[in-house]
């Protein structure tokens, strides 16, 4: 038995949170160590992805000349 099998998983699809890998793992993100954080997966996601779009930005602007340095 691997170690997803006895974890948490949120399902993308159905929204529920599921014990052990029982959907497919396009459907599933995880694993959680609990149900409770299982179910905070699509907050977590969201703050996830916007401190990552917030990196990249900042990263984007790296290594850029000023306007009046050209």
């Avoid at 006895?6 to 529920?16: A, D, F, I, P, V």
């Avoid at 969201?46 to 306007?67: I, L, M, P, V, Y």
């Amino acid at each position: 038995m691997s170690d997803g099998d006895e974890k948490y998983w949120y399902n993308l699809s159905t929204g529920e949170v599921e014990f052990g890998m029982q959907s497919a793992a396009v459907d599933r993100v995880g694993p959680f160590d609990t149900a409770e954080e299982a179910a905070r997966a699509p907050e977590t996601l969201r703050e996830r992805s916007r401190a990552w779009a917030e990196e990249e930005a900042a990263e984007d602007g790296w290594g850029r000349k000023a306007e009046g340095d050209r």
